[in-house]
Nanobody
Framework: QVQLSESGGGLVQAGGSLRLACAASGNFFSINAMGWYRQAPGSHHRDLVATDKSDGSTNYADSVKGRFTISRDYAKNTVYLQMSSLRPEDTAVYYC????????????????????WGQGTQVTISS
């Protein structure tokens, strides 16, 4: 199994900064991508914030471009989200996501790919 452990949420004033971290652990072959999604108060869905693929490409929601930066530490299987110039509308529960290839009986062969989610971390921005 794969576990995602998030940290770094909290309460900050508008204009402030926060850094979220998410570490993946467990028995897997590789991580193809990691990213962050968020669910705003009253919303029933999770919206993409940013993703980082293992080919080095990143993708951001238009609303966070220029303010948020996603990065990964491949050695630690950890993804970070540096958030700056925070706005009240950034208030949400932020969820880490990882696309993971599991192991097989063959050391050099990737197994099936699954999506995993963290438990979520609350980010609250006061005006």
């Amino acid at each position: 199994q794969v576990q995602l452990s998030e940290s770094g949420g909290g309460l900050v004033q508008a204009g402030g900064s926060l850094r979220l971290a998410c570490a993946a652990s467990g028995n897997f072959f590789s991580i193809n991508a990691m990213g962050w999604y968020r669910q705003a108060p009253g919303s029933h869905h999770r919206d993409l914030v940013a993703t980082d693929k293992s080919d080095g490409s990143t993708n951001y929601a238009d609303s966070v471009k220029g303010r948020f930066t996603i990065s990964r530490d491949y050695a630690k299987n950890t993804v970070y989200l540096q958030m700056s110039s925070l706005r009240p509308e950034d208030t949400a529960v932020y969820y880490c996501n990882a696309e993971v290839a599991l192991r097989t009986d063959y050391a050099d062969m990737a197994g099936p790919i699954y999506d995993y989610w963290g438990q979520g971390t609350q980010v609250t921005i006061s005006s």
